[in-house]
């Protein structure tokens, strides 16, 4: 099985679900991986990959919020009310809500049993992100910005990149 990040619809039924019909932006990725995943697997591997430790390390030296593979790991075992940048908004067997400590993104990691195409377990490996948008202007309409419009295709980029790397990173069970 070639696994492959994909953009797909945020499920329903999910805490990432509120911010997509809400007014802001979400959106949400998926990956297929052989075999059984659990959520503190998928939790270790994202926020420990070489890609988001570049981050790690910029939001320590920008925004004094450093993290350590030891925080990694209290997170994923549901023993972290913060992690560098985020609080933890919700936390359960299967999925993660992170808010960014402005109060305005949310990442967003989920791990579902499911089986491929030869019947054979695998997990879907789900991240997503919200940006709740801000009233502006005379109206008082919500709206995203310009500086969220101008980054959008970086954004969505980093994400597949994101997710890609921790599917490299998941040993099945």
Not at 58 to 69: G, N, V
Not at 93 to 104: I, N, P, Q, V, Y
Request: contains cysteine.
């Amino acid at each position: 099985m070639t696994s492959v990040v994909r953009p797909c619809e945020v499920p329903r039924d999910t805490s990432l679900r509120r911010y997509k019909d809400a007014a802001g932006y979400a959106d949400c990725y998926v990956i297929e991986i052989p075999g059984v995943i659990t959520q503190q697997a998928f939790i270790t591997a994202f926020y420990s990959s070489p890609l988001f430790k570049v981050e790690r390390t910029i939001l320590r030296f920008l925004a004094s919020k450093p993290a350590t593979d030891a925080d990694v790991e209290r997170l994923a075992v549901g023993r972290a009310a913060t992690f560098s940048a985020w609080r933890v908004e919700a936390q359960s067997s299967s999925e993660l809500l992170l808010a960014d400590f402005t109060g305005r993104t949310r990442s967003w990691l989920m791990a579902l049993p499911a089986v491929d195409a030869a019947s054979k377990p695998s997990t879907l490996l789900y991240f997503g992100s919200a940006v709740v948008s801000q009233p502006r202007g005379g109206s008082g309409a919500p709206t995203m910005g310009n500086l969220f419009s101008a980054l959008l295709g970086f954004h969505r980029l980093y994400s597949r990149l994101l997710l890609a790397a921790a599917g490299r990173r998941v040993r099945p069970l």
